[in-house]
């Protein structure tokens, strides 16, 4: 059983850097094909792919995303991080990771964790 738990911050300030962390539980960052992905919801809208990083540390992003965003990876911990720059209110959501098969299927998600852009 995979499991994957999110940690960081809960408030941000405007034009900070939010970072998160996925904690991998029960299997492998590395472990072929899958992909590490993160995943947003802003309040009453729906899910917001962000980006992901593969089993061999490629990273893809959303195009309107991509010129502020990281992924990395830590594999001697088994996490994978993100790292949203220059935030505004609009990027107040609940944060989640999950873990890919290629571009097959989603399998598990992480609970989520609420983040607010707040001064």
């Known amino acids: 059983q995979v499991q994957l738990q999110e940690s960081g911050p809960g408030l941000v300030k405007p034009s900070q850097t939010l970072s998160l962390t996925c904690t991998v539980f029960?299997?492998?960052?590395?472990?072929?094909?899958?992909?590490w992905t993160w995943i947003r919801q802003a309040p009453g809208k729906g899910l917001e792919w962000m980006g992901r990083?593969?089993?061999?540390?490629?990273?893809y992003y959303v195009p309107s995303l991509k010129s502020r965003s990281s992924i990395s990876r830590d594999t001697s911990k088994n996490q994978f991080t993100l790292q949203l720059r220059s935030v505004t209110p609009e990027d107040t959501a609940v944060y989640y990771c999950a873990r890919d098969y290629g571009t097959s299927y989603t399998d598990y998600w992480g609970q989520g964790t609420q983040v607010t852009v707040s001064s």
């Open positions: 029960g299997g492998s960052i590395t472990t072929k094909y899958y992909y």
């Open positions: 990083i593969s089993y061999n540390g490629n990273t």
